[in-house]
T-cell receptor, first 111, second 117 residues
Framework: DAKTTQPNSMESNEEEPVHLPCNHS???????IHWYRQLPSQGPEYVIH???SNVNNRMASLAIAEDRKSSTLILHRATLRDAAVYYC????????????FGTGTSLTVIP | KAGVTQTPRYLIKTRGQQVTLSCSPI?????VSWYQQTPGQGLQFLFE???????NKGNFPGRFSGRQFSNSRSEMNVSTLELGDSALYLC????????????????FGEGSRLTVL
């Protein structure tokens, strides 16, 4: 699986939008971009995933660059409950469910 | 519907002992994967089971093993424990269709925290 690069940490003020970047320059044409987050003392939870087009769900939006070499997870209004480590993961269409998590981005939300 | 259940939540062992961790997936989920999380190495994939067969394996020594039962429940075992095996062990389940092409969403349990003294 191709690797991803994320900033180690980011801060955001509460109720402001947050843009979490992820670089994946070696992405292949069949790799899906997945985002998971891990709240303190919990297992990771799914946030969103996409292939080529931008995606929206109740938790977040995923903006994918036209060349697919980068993507951005957007939290529209950060809340204190969004403080977590966010992982950007590439996963091919075939194969099992072995997800390779990088170091992720630790998001701090400031009240 | 009940989530992924892992037992025990906490345990302490000494070097050289062995440990067995259990994972009950969400009802209907046939894929179970295991991850090790440590402060130094982050989240690392151990192995995945689907329909009682190991489908994928990460880069861990043979001391780490697992199995899956016909009801999809899974266990992982670590023999001859070392200090470096102290970690949070996470289990994740997912629903897999026979014709599924998109990697399924993983549902994680809260983990079993193992301390090796």
């Amino acid at each position: 699986d191709a690797k991803t690069t994320q900033p180690n940490s980011m801060e955001s003020n509460e109720e402001e939008p947050v843009h979490l970047p992820c670089n994946h320059s070696t992405i292949s044409g069949t790799d899906y971009i997945h985002w998971y987050r891990q709240l303190p003392s919990q297992g990771p939870e799914y946030v969103i995933h996409g292939l080529t087009s931008n995606v929206n769900n109740r938790m977040a939006s995923l903006a994918i660059a036209e060349d697919r070499k980068s993507s951005t997870l957007i939290l529209h209004r950060a809340t204190l409950r969004d403080a977590a480590v966010y992982y950007c993961i590439l996963r091919g269409a075939l194969g099992g469910n072995q997800f390779y998590f990088g170091t992720g981005t630790s998001l701090t939300v400031i009240p | 519907k009940a989530g992924v259940t892992q037992t025990p939540r906490y345990l302490i062992k000494t070097r050289g002992q062995q440990v067995t961790l259990s994972c009950s997936p969400i009802s209907g989920h046939r894929s179970v994967s295991w991850y090790q999380q440590t402060p130094g190495q982050g989240l690392q994939f151990l192995f995945e089971y689907f329909s009682e067969t190991q489908r994928n394996k990460g880069n861990f020594p043979g001391r780490f093993s697992g199995r899956q039962f016909s009801n999809s429940r899974s266990e992982m075992n670590v023999s001859t424990l070392e200090l470096g095996d102290s970690a949070l062990y996470l289990c994740a389940s997912s629903f897999v269709l026979r014709t599924q092409r998109v990697p399924g969403e993983l549902f994680f349990g809260e983990g079993s925290r193992l301390t090796v003294l």
